[in-house]
């Protein structure tokens, strides 16, 4: 099964951008990885930059990609369960796990309808930027998980 993480705009910190690749080399001893970036929008209300920037999250998902949207309104999930949610789509042969990370102003509903489940890593809210390393340590911490390996206590 293949993953593909998406955000919305550049990575800005460079201890973000050490964090994003320590995690996604972890990831990809387990499951091909790719990372994409749509650009986001500046200058426009609020509405109309969520529309543009998750047109360009939506054709960076392939529609055979089950999508996945972080979303501090979403399934809150134990990184147990969040290990069993991905052992399931892996054991039922879904093809591709699509997480997308939404820009400031979040998702438009039209994108939002089109996912399969939305999650939030908490309920607290976390920049954009830090969302990227922690929802790659948890699809790392996933994997250990599935595999029984000694990283998660």
């Known amino acids: 099964m293949k993953l593909r993480v998406l955000w919305v705009g550049k990575t800005q910190e460079e201890w973000v951008r050490r964090g994003i690749d320590e995690y996604a080399g972890r990831v990809r001893r387990y499951?091909?990885?790719?990372?994409?970036?749509?650009?986001?929008?500046?200058?426009?209300?609020?509405?109309a930059m969520r529309a543009r920037e998750c047109e360009r999250l939506d054709k960076l998902v392939p529609r055979t990609s089950r999508l996945i949207l972080l979303d501090e309104r979403g399934d809150q999930l134990t990184s147990p369960e969040f290990a069993a949610y991905i052992s399931r789509c892996r054991d039922t042969a879904v093809p591709e796990l699509a997480f997308a990370i939404g820009g400031a102003y979040g998702f438009?509903?039209?994108?939002?309808?089109?996912?399969?489940?939305?999650?939030?890593?908490?309920?607290?809210t976390f920049t954009h930027q830090m969302v990227?390393?922690?929802?790659?340590?948890?699809?790392?911490?996933a994997f250990t998980i599935i595999g029984n390996e000694p990283y998660h206590h």
């Open 132 to 141: 990227r390393v922690v929802l790659l340590e948890q699809i790392y911490r």
């Open 31 to 47: 499951a091909p990885l790719e990372i994409g970036e749509a650009r986001d929008e500046k200058g426009a209300a609020a509405e």
């Open 108 to 124: 438009a509903d039209e994108f939002r309808r089109r996912a399969d489940r939305v999650i939030a890593l908490s309920r607290m």
